[in-house]
């Protein structure tokens, strides 16, 4: 059973670009969440997507934005970059959306923005 | 607004002492309790959950308490051992409607040999 993967592991982008960031569930699950990890702190709620539509958000302004496929990757795309993006981003998939609560990470993303 | 509170925010313990980690929630729809556990470079890995039906769930040297009527919960580690140092972190979510996790602000456990 493969587990969730992201890419790329690293990424250093300069203020006001944009960025994309790639992630694939784990075997058998359709339902792809994505969290921001500031340092120091535990991971923000972004949003979650359940068969290709967005299934709930949370407090992050719409520059901040994703897509999921029909093979159940996702993307999470954000736009306008700034200093404050600087962050863990964690993708974590979950088996189906009624069982959405019960979430399993990959390794995440660091976005460094300068 | 902290849906979750964590302390303590680090914590060092001998080798095969007790480590204790303890959470707070207001949210009383909150019905779904899990515990990560984060290696530094790595994401979370769900280590042990609780729902509140039951006042503890025990798996290895995990367990976790759980008290409804204080809107607490916790996470003991028994036998605690260099493996265990890391972050870990809290969280409650709601089993049905919206169910993204709401994390607390996580623990540095560090085991002493």
């Known amino acids: 059973e493969t587990g969730v993967t992201q890419s790329p592991t690293h990424l250093i982008k300069t203020r006001g670009q944009q960025v994309t960031l790639r992630c694939s569930s784990q075997?058998?699950?359709?339902?792809v969440s994505w969290y921001q990890q500031a340092l120091g702190q535990g991971p923000q709620f972004i949003f979650q997507?359940?068969?290709?539509?967005?299934?709930g958000r949370g407090n992050f302004p719409p520059r901040f934005s994703g897509l999921q496929f029909p093979n159940y990757s996702s993307e999470l795309n954000v736009n306008a970059l700034e200093l404050d993006d600087s962050a863990l981003y964690l993708c974590?998939?979950?088996?189906?959306?009624?069982?959405?609560?019960?979430?399993?990470f990959g390794p995440g993303t660091r976005l460094t923005v300068t | 607004q902290q849906q979750v509170k964590q302390s303590p925010q680090s914590l060092i313990v001998q080798k095969g002492g007790i480590s204790i980690i303890n959470c707070a929630y207001e949210?009383?729809?909150?019905?779904?309790f899990p515990w990560y556990q984060q290696f530094p470079g790595k994401g979370p890995a769900l280590l042990i959950a609780?729902?509140?039906?039951?006042s503890e769930k025990k798996e290895g040297r995990f367990t976790i308490s759980f008290n409804k009527s204080a809107k607490q919960f916790s996470l003991h580690i028994m036998d605690s051992q260099p493996g265990d140092s890391a972050t870990y972190f809290c969280?409650?979510?709601?089993?049905?409607?919206?169910?993204?996790?709401?994390f607390g602000t996580g623990t540095r456990l560090t085991v002493i040999p």
């Open positions: 997507y359940y068969r290709e539509e967005e299934n």
């Open positions: 969280a409650a979510s709601m089993m049905t409607g919206a169910n993204n996790l709401f």
């Open positions: 974590a998939s979950s088996l189906d959306r009624v069982s959405s609560y019960e979430q399993y």
């Open positions: 609780i729902r509140p039906d039951v």
């Open positions: 949210n009383t729809a909150f019905d779904y």
């Open positions: 075997s058998g699950h359709n339902t």
